[in-house]
């Protein structure tokens, strides 16, 4: 009978590593976030509201891409860089470890070029 609660251990485990040992790592994914949506809101066709970059999490309207957000998805997942469309033309992207400063400017190069090929 029961043993529901045993499965907890492993899903706790985790949180307790992220708050003892990678507290310290959320400013660099804060401060990738801030720099990704800094490129972000230079590429036409992108709209951005800064003020809701405070973590990791960017969100943003690509509708004026005039492409399908599916198909611009697609494209930057072949190229190595996800994005999560949210509904409509609104999308995510989020830092996270393993994500270094250059590899956000290798991503934001990705997702200017993708979006000049695609802009209608």
């Known amino acids: 009978m029961g043993g529901t609660l045993r499965q907890s251990g492993i899903i706790a485990a985790p949180g307790i590593i992220a708050l003892e040992k990678m507290i310290d790592r959320l400013k660099e994914d804060h401060d990738n976030a801030r720099r990704l949506a800094d490129g972000l809101v230079e590429i036409k066709g992108f709209r951005l509201d ?11 309207d690509v509708s004026g891409l005039g492409c ?6 697609a494209e930057l997942k072949k190229q190595g860089v996800e994005i ?8 995510r992207m989020v830092t996270h470890r393993g994500i270094e400063s250059s590899d956000i400017d290798i991503a934001l190069n990705i997702i200017e070029t993708t979006a000049e090929r695609l802009r209608t």
Request: cysteine-free; aromatic content about 4%; hydrophobic content about 40%.
């Open 50 to 60: 800064m003020r809701t970059v405070q973590t990791n999490i960017v969100k943003l």
């Open 84 to 91: 999560s469309v949210l509904g409509g033309s609104s999308v």
């Open 68 to 73: 399908d957000i599916g198909r611009f998805s």
